[in-house]
């Protein structure tokens, strides 16, 4: 979708192939183990919106989450989320005629898959061979891909939206080509119905276009930013009076507000620090080192030169969407580290971007023996935590587990 002029060979189809099937390996790893690891009590709860669907029919749920005690027949709504990832675990089951949890962490990794082929695709247009490679192996085996790739959660499902409206907004800003911009709406309205990140993804757009408008873009840059933000609230306020029907809209602004602050004395340092180990945990070192080293790099260009190249903005515009949900909801950022889910497609094309960037200033040995120092701290790194993430069941989700069963 969007070419960068770069002339050397990109990622090769073979590796790439190579690298889907090993991560769609990992990805397989423990995929039939009970809901036991960390965080999958997601996986536990949505499984059982999803059954509720198929045991009581849309007609009595309305399309939203509960869950369903079927001893004393009680409905249960949960109403902080849009229901859409229920609504398409349910259809899933269906399709399959299996509802364990197998199944359901196949779904998001199906997803998951998606969004690596997309950004494949951009490796393969945009970067040369070696750090290309670099960047595809990170997303093949970091965890952040390798493990919550296959959470039961909203994030494995909405990022190749994510990914598809950041390219379509980009190639309609390019190229003034009105399809690419019905996609992006597109693409929003069908995210939306399933995390709220989608909206505030389109208002992060909205705010790029205004940039561009007052950068002398063009009114339509101006026109596309109104729309974006208006369309955005009418998509939030339409799916929160959905969801929150049965529950009440008090309720989802208390949700709404405990994830807006820190609580506690818990402080912004401490979030910030939190959220770097996460990063480097999850994403590893180098791919950590890597991230830090863009975010300064282009901004260094930036107020040196006043103008980014075409590939650095589209790599900075996936990084500021990525960042916003971290910084807009610290209570989240706090207690999940998949929250930095969205950040997969910054951090892993960062990679490519500064090993590019250091190409040229290195001997065809150094090179060689970066690229093998780096590979193997990726694969060393994330096998380390995979390895840890699976040892032990987490007693947190067990405790969470078991007040669910009682439900389908």
Not at 89 to 112: K, Q, S, V, Y
Not at 201 to 225: H, I, K, P, Q, Y
Not at 232 to 256: D, I, K, N, Q, R
Not at 377 to 389: H, P, Q
Request: charged share 15%.
């Amino acid at each position: 979708m969007v070419a960068s002029g770069h002339r050397s060979p990109g990622l090769s189809l073979v590796a790439g192939a190579a690298l889907v099937v090993l991560l769609a390996a990992l990805l397989a790893l423990h995929s039939a183990d009970p809901w036991r690891y960390l965080h999958d009590d997601n996986g536990r709860r949505y499984s059982s919106y999803a059954r509720t669907h198929l045991a009581l029919g849309l007609a009595e749920t309305g399309g939203r989450d509960f869950f369903f005690d079927p001893r004393a027949g009680r409905l249960v709504p949960y109403g902080h989320h849009p229901p859409g990832l229920g609504l398409l675990l349910a259809g899933w089951f269906r399709l399959t005629g299996n509802d364990g949890p197998r199944t359901a962490r196949a779904l998001p990794g199906l997803f998951h898959l998606v969004s690596v082929l997309l950004l494949f695709g951009l490796l393969r247009r945009q970067y040369s061979g070696a750090p290309a490679l670099m960047a595809a192996l990170a997303l093949a085996v970091v965890p952040m891909s390798s493990y919550f790739g296959k959470l039961v959660n909203f994030e494995p499902v909405v990022l190749p939206l994510m990914i598809g409206l950041v390219l379509a907004y980009w190639c309609w800003a390019e190229r003034n080509e009105a399809r690419w911009l019905a996609l992006a709406l597109a693409l929003t309205a069908l995210g939306s119905l399933i995390d709220w990140t989608m909206p505030l993804f389109l208002a992060v757009l909205g705010v790029d276009a205004a940039r561009r408008w007052r950068r002398g873009g063009g009114m339509r840059f101006l026109e596309a930013s109104v729309g974006a933000c208006l369309l955005a609230l009418m998509l939030a306020a339409a799916v929160a009076a959905w969801v929150s029907g049965p529950v009440g809209a008090h309720e989802l602004a208390t949700a709404l507000g405990f994830r807006l602050e820190l609580h506690g004395h818990y402080t912004r340092w401490q979030l910030a620090g939190k959220v770097i180990d996460y990063h480097r945990r999850y994403f590893t070192e180098p791919v950590l080192a890597a991230s830090l080293a863009t975010a300064w790099m282009t901004a260094r260009c930036a107020w040196q030169h006043g103008r980014l190249s075409a590939r650095a903005r589209l790599l900075v515009l996936f990084g500021v969407v990525g960042i916003v949900p971290v910084l807009g909801f610290p209570s989240s950022a706090r207690y999940h580290a998949y929250w930095q889910f969205y950040l997969l497609p910054y951090a892993t094309l960062s990679l490519a971007y500064v090993l590019e960037r250091l190409a040229p200033r290195l001997s065809p040995g150094s090179r060689a023996l970066v690229y093998t120092g780096v590979a193997c701290w990726l694969v060393a790194a994330s096998t380390f935590t995979l390895s840890t993430r699976y040892a032990a069941p987490s007693l947190f989700v067990a405790k969470k587990v078991r007040q669910f069963d009682r439900y389908l």
